[in-house]
């Protein structure tokens, strides 16, 4: 079984960075597709990013263009989602996620395994 497990959550001020960790525990990590997504209080889960085994192929939802970025270093099963100039809307629990499908997929249906989450809060 893939066991996955997110950091780097907390409290930030609006304008501020973070960078959440995703550490993977299987030799084929390199050949999943990972993804981040997010869940507020009372609202579905938002596909936030996500990012190809191969190359640098990468998509977001328009909301965070240009101040996420997700990246991934195979050789240590990791997976980073760097957010900067930081939003109250932004606050929510943060999840890292896998696809054995080779697409980057923005579906939370498409993902077969997940982490636990954690919280990201961003303070006005």
């Known amino acids: 079984q893939v066991q996955l497990v997110e950091s780097g959550g907390g409290l930030v001020q609006a304008g501020g960075s973070l960078r959440l960790s995703c550490a993977g525990s299987?030799?084929?990590?390199?050949?999943?597709?990972m993804g981040w997504f997010r869940q507020a209080p009372g609202k579905e889960r938002e596909f936030v990013a996500v990012i190809m085994w191969i190359g640098g192929i990468t998509k977001y939802v328009d909301s965070v263009k240009g101040r996420f970025t997700i990246s991934r270093d195979n050789a240590k099963n990791t997976l980073y989602l760097q957010m900067d100039n930081l939003k109250p809307e932004d606050t929510a629990v943060y999840y890292c996620a896998a696809s054995t499908k080779a697409l980057l997929t923005i579906h939370y249906s498409e993902y077969d395994y997940w982490g636990q989450g954690t919280q990201v809060t961003v303070s006005s």
């Open positions: 299987d030799l084929t990590f390199s050949r999943y597709t």
